[in-house]
């Protein structure tokens, strides 16, 4: 992770702990940038979308998540957070 | 600060049910009392619905004073037509076009409460009141509902139980599926803890906010009646009902007598001279007959089934409740059984199976001529007892989104769009489904006790709560106040006042407007959602 990303990542998590906090979810560790949306927080499809809007509201722009959630016309299976922490810094920075 | 108004929103609410349920029935009490007094100490009309009697476009209109040709909210599925393909999302707050009564009292410095409102996700937090949204997942209630702070206000409440409350997609599939008896009487008692949550939120805001306008929905009504009607229409109700009769219409009573005792609590908690509004988007009656409208079209040439794979994903998309079609050989069709409508396809640049603009007008007029030829070899009676021109039904602005033609079945039930035949049967048992005429009353300062009105339309019940929190009426509303709700004094010490036009509404999506990113965003949304395969 580079020292532009690591804010990033401190905001991708912040919006997470927001969202699942009243999902009663048994997490063996902390949200972090390995944690995986759907194999360890148990998101469903409409709950990556939440999440992709929460961090639009916050940049106050459309950042073409579909970039990252679709390879090759599928939808990828799960999505770790510090991929989403890299998506985000490079549209944020335009690179 | 004291509450002004209280208006709460029955989904689905028609004298029809409510008529007999404010009246004795033999020895026995009426289920509804309370609002049996309210219908003698106030006034009440039918309240006439948008053209296209569903809750998104109707709701919309309620909260808007505008027609849908205006506000641009016509289904919860809204579709974009794409060169080779259509895509379906969900509508959503920032659809509507036009500002809501929320917004136009908090600018004017009044203080609201809006509970289980649809269409009001994403919330615009920078109003002055709370938003707690309907239709969104109980996982996504807290981030949509504003203020900041106010969720875990409601966390604090006894007994709140946010997946009790909020909407939950699995159920409300249901609402419009052949359910066994078992299923139905289970879907029956689903919607009495849940009303009961929306009823303590509301108590609490009451309580301890006392916004200047507190508006709660309670959509249970609308969802029983779809499953239950048989045993809620007073005229379907046989000589010697079954057992199962007899325990399904008193658990539907026990519903509406519970109803009738939060609305009760909730006025008698306001002050005095609070104004209680009640108004329901749309009425119920009777459907009888499957129309699947699609399997017509496929029939006259009009469109041509996808071919799908015998999968489990394909048998979803099929059983999904949006159009699955070979675009390319379609020119006409009906996207979703709730639009009631006929879309044609335009070519605009050449690709297969539109219609070139300059044939739109004599295509239309094909399709329209074979709708209505379409009768009941038996009566000779259309199938389709009125097919409208959207010019005719959805003038506006964003009459683009509408459907080309909007139908309406001779039993006003809603189509169906499956892949089946016959293109129409008997339904196996009576269902609910929506009519034009839902309800509307009024009780309190200055409204004519006991009067019954002619219709209104219900854009004007916008006007209603405006007029209710001495606001003037923006000059650009349709909804207008129903000045004979009102004593000749009142209207003299409190008169209807037009103020300036309503303020235009940041953000607003449109098809014509939207960029790519955002037409792949909502592709990614839908495809995530499981619309798309």
């Known amino acids: 992770m580079t020292i532009e990303e690591e804010p990033i990542a401190h905001l991708l998590i912040e919006i997470v702990d927001d969202l699942i906090q009243d999902w009663g979810l048994d997490l063996d560790e902390p949200v972090g940038v390995d944690t995986l949306l759907v194999a360890d927080l148990e998101f469903a499809s409409v709950d990556v979308i939440q999440l992709c809007v929460a961090v639009e509201e916050h940049y106050g722009r459309k950042l073409g998540f579909q970039d990252l959630l679709m390879h090759d016309g599928s939808y990828v299976q799960d999505l770790a957070l510090g991929e989403m922490v890299r998506f985000v810094g490079k549209q944020v920075s335009g690179v | ?533």
């Open chain 2, 1 to 533: 600060m004291a509450t002004k108004t209280i208006l709460i929103g029955m989904d689905g609410a028609t004298f029809t049910v409510l008529d007999t349920l404010v009246r004795p029935s033999g020895a026995e009490p009426p289920v509804m009392p309370f609002l049996g007094e309210l219908l003698s100490r106030g006034a009440s009309a039918r309240l006439r619905s948008t053209p296209n009697p569903l809750t998104p476009p109707a709701w919309v209109s309620l909260m808007t004073g505008r027609s849908p040709g205006h506000h641009g909210v016509y289904d919860f599925i809204r579709a974009e037509e794409m060169r080779d393909d259509v895509f379906f999302t969900l509508y959503d707050a920032r659809d509507c076009r036009v500002e809501t009564i929320w917004s136009i009292a908090s600018r004017q410095n009044r203080r609201f409460a809006a509970l289980n409102f649809p269409f009001t996700a994403p919330p615009n937090r920078e109003l002055n009141g709370i938003l707690v949204p309907g239709f969104i997942p109980w996982r996504h209630l807290r981030r949509n509902t504003t203020p900041a702070g106010f969720y875990d206000r409601l966390k604090s409440l006894p007994d709140f139980e946010a997946k009790e409350l909020a909407w939950d997609f699995d159920q409300e599939k249901q609402s419009l599926e052949q359910l066994s008896d078992e299923d139905r009487e289970a879907w029956v008692r689903y919607h009495l803890p849940r009303e009961n949550q929306w009823f303590r939120i509301a108590e609490f805001i009451l309580k301890e906010d006392a916004p200047d306008l507190l508006a709660v929905l309670f959509d249970g009504v609308d969802k029983i009646q779809h499953q239950a009607w048989l045993f809620l229409d007073p005229s379907l109700q046989p000589e010697g009902p079954s057992e199962y009769h007899q325990r399904m219409r008193s658990l539907c009573l026990d519903y509406f007598r519970q109803l009738d005792g939060f609305v009760q609590t909730l006025v008698e908690m306001a002050p005095d001279d609070v104004q209680v509004l009640i108004a329901s988007d749309h009425g119920f009656t009777a459907t009888t007959e499957i129309v699947r409208i699609n399997q017509f079209l496929a029939e006259k040439g009009y469109l041509a089934w996808k071919e799908m794979p015998d999968t489990e994903a394909a048998r979803r998309r099929e059983e999904s409740m949006f159009a699955n079609l070979d675009w390319k050989a379609t020119s006409a069709y009906c996207r979703t059984p709730s639009s009631n409508g006929i879309t044609i396809r335009i070519n605009e640049d050449g690709q297969e199976g539109g219609v070139p603009p300059a044939d739109y007008e004599r295509f239309r007029a094909r399709l329209k001529a074979d709708l209505e030829s379409w009768v009941d070899p038996e009566t000779g009676e259309r199938y389709i007892a009125e097919i409208h021109e959207r010019e005719e039904v959805f003038a506006g602005p964003a009459m683009d989104e509408a459907p080309d033609l909007l139908l309406v079945l001779r039993d006003h039930g809603f189509v169906s769009i499956k892949n089946k035949t016959p293109a129409v049967e008997p339904r196996e048992e009576t269902a609910g489904t929506h009519h034009p005429d839902g309800i509307v009353i009024a009780c309190g300062p200055g409204v004519q006790a006991g009067r019954q009105n002619e219709a209104r339309r219900i854009e004007d019940v916008a006007a209603l709560v405006l007029y209710s929190l001495g606001l003037a009426i923006p000059e650009d509303f349709e909804g207008q106040v129903p000045s004979e709700f009102f004593t000749e004094e009142y209207l003299q010490s409190h008169p209807v006042i037009e103020g300036g036009v309503t303020r235009s509404v940041a953000g607003t999506v449109t098809g014509e407007a939207m960029e790519e990113d955002e037409k792949d965003k909502l592709m990614a949304q839908l495809q995530m959602l499981g619309y798309v395969d």
